[in-house]
């Protein structure tokens, strides 16, 4: 067995590698971007609240409506805040995956082409046996002609 199909597995599991890696990359976009869906939706929320409580409408509350308006108000901010922080952490990893996905790639990258030049040094040796082989059998032929 040559060393080329020596390798193959190994060249298989560096492909799968870098398949899982990248279908990680992938999963981790879409979290973010659910993420980031969930933290839009709270600021049009917090905005559309913001809208509806204010001006006029706002001066004819009583102190307890007031007060529970700006509980929950103050509530939604805060997950607006925390929403921001799992955005953000969201974000580190698919950076995170982004890397590592990269780093497989280059591995990969480099097996393929350490498997090519041994494909072609195995690729050459063939081609110089063959020729040998031909110059022999054409010695042969000449010979037996002369």
Known sequence: MTRSKKLKPVVKH??????????????????????????QQLTDYSNEYAQQHSGAQSASYSSIQLQEYNRFFTQLT?????????????????????????????????????????????????????????DEVALRISLKTH
């Open 78 to 134: 805060d997950t607006i805040a925390q929403q921001t922080q799992i955005v953000a952490m969201a974000k580190r990893e698919v950076e995170i995956k982004q890397q590592k996905w990269k780093l497989t790639r280059s591995r990969s990258d480099a097996m393929h082409k350490v498997v090519d030049k041994i494909e072609a040094g195995e690729m050459r040796q063939a081609e110089k046996i063959e020729q040998k082989f031909m």
């Open 14 to 39: 560096v492909d799968n590698k870098e398949k899982t890696a990248l279908e990680a990359v992938a999963f981790s976009q879409q979290q973010l971007q659910q993420q980031r869906n969930k933290l």
